[in-house]
């Protein structure tokens, strides 16, 4: 069954996100799931642990409210298309992996379009009409098809904590204090103790 989602909010995901693409599509589709899988679930308990950082995961804080800032979007920078959804409420949880397979033939010629470098108009072209006739297969076929569901067993993350800051003593900036490192008796942030040690 294609996409359930009401154009209008599909419209508003392309426009969040700044234009329409295969990887939005996939985004779209898992959130799709996600809140069919967890109907009801408040913004506040639903969780997304995300694998990759490309432009589906846009459309994933738009549709679901799972969000950096709220602390309840984590990405564990993995490469993989796969995301993780939990409801804090109930523990249910659940992992979504794409299937590569449904991209289909198309896939193909877009690579070899892609890995070419400098293209011809007329490939351009072909590669625009690949990725818009890509991008509607992914939202039609049905979601099932699109994604492996692997049920979770794990608790679901924490939520976020507010914690101390702490003055760097190298360059004076406040930071997060789990964010210090300890260097020869002193606090350092980041990127004054990388600098700093050189070994990492």
């Known amino acids: 069954m294609s996409c359930q ?3 209008t909010k599909i419209e508003a995901t392309i426009a969040f996100h700044g234009h329409s693409c295969p990887g939005l599509a996939i985004g779209i589709r898992a959130a799709e799931i996600a809140l069919r899988e967890l109907p009801g679930v408040d913004q506040a308990d639903l969780v997304c642990v995300t694998e990759t950082d490309m432009c589906g995961v846009d459309a994933i804080q738009f549709l679901t409210g799972c969000t950096y800032g ?3 979007l984590i990405h564990r920078d993995c490469g993989k298309l796969a995301f993780s959804f939990h409801d804090r409420r109930s523990g249910r949880g659940f992992r979504l992996v794409f299937n590569q397979q449904a991209r289909g033939e198309l896939h193909r010629e877009m690579v070899a379009l892609m890995g070419k470098g400098l293209l011809a108009e007329t490939e351009q072209q072909r590669l625009q ?3 818009a006739e890509m991008q509607q297969r992914l939202m039609t076929l049905p979601a099932d098809e699109l994604f492996a569901i692997q049920p979770l ?3 679901p993350p924490r939520p976020a904590r507010v914690l101390q800051s ?3 003593d190298d360059c004076g900036e406040s930071t997060m204090e789990s964010r210090t ?3 020869a008796g002193r606090t350092l942030c980041i990127p004054c103790f990388a600098r700093i ?3 990492i």
């Open 166 to 168: 702490l003055v760097c």
């Open 5 to 7: 989602i009401e154009p």
């Open 129 to 131: 009409a690949l990725r």
């Open 181 to 183: 490192r300890r260097f």
């Open 153 to 155: 067993d794990q608790a």
């Open 197 to 199: 040690e050189q070994k």
């Open 70 to 72: 709220k602390g309840n």
